[in-house]
């Protein structure tokens, strides 16, 4: 009789640490990460935009050095 209920306080205690191990895992916290739907899209305009200006009244400075009568 003794034996059953040493194997039966095992089977107990093996019972109560696997639940006990199942429910510390189910409450562990979880991090989802999940794509935009929209491609993320990046505006350069500004950039090439200032560029262009600068490259502009360069040419223009030249210009206008090379022929004051223009204007």
Request: with cysteine; hydrophobic share 45%; charged share 25%.
């Amino acid at each position: 009789m003794r034996k059953i209920d040493r194997m039966t306080n095992t089977i107990r205690v093996t019972v109560i640490l696997i639940l006990c191990c199942l429910v510390i895992t189910a409450c562990a916290p979880t991090v989802k990460l999940e794509t935009p739907q929209e491609p993320i899209t990046i505006n350069l305009n500004i950039k090439l935009d200032a560029d262009i200006r600068v490259k502009l009244e360069e040419e223009a400075k030249k210009d206008i050095a090379a022929n004051p009568g223009i204007f």
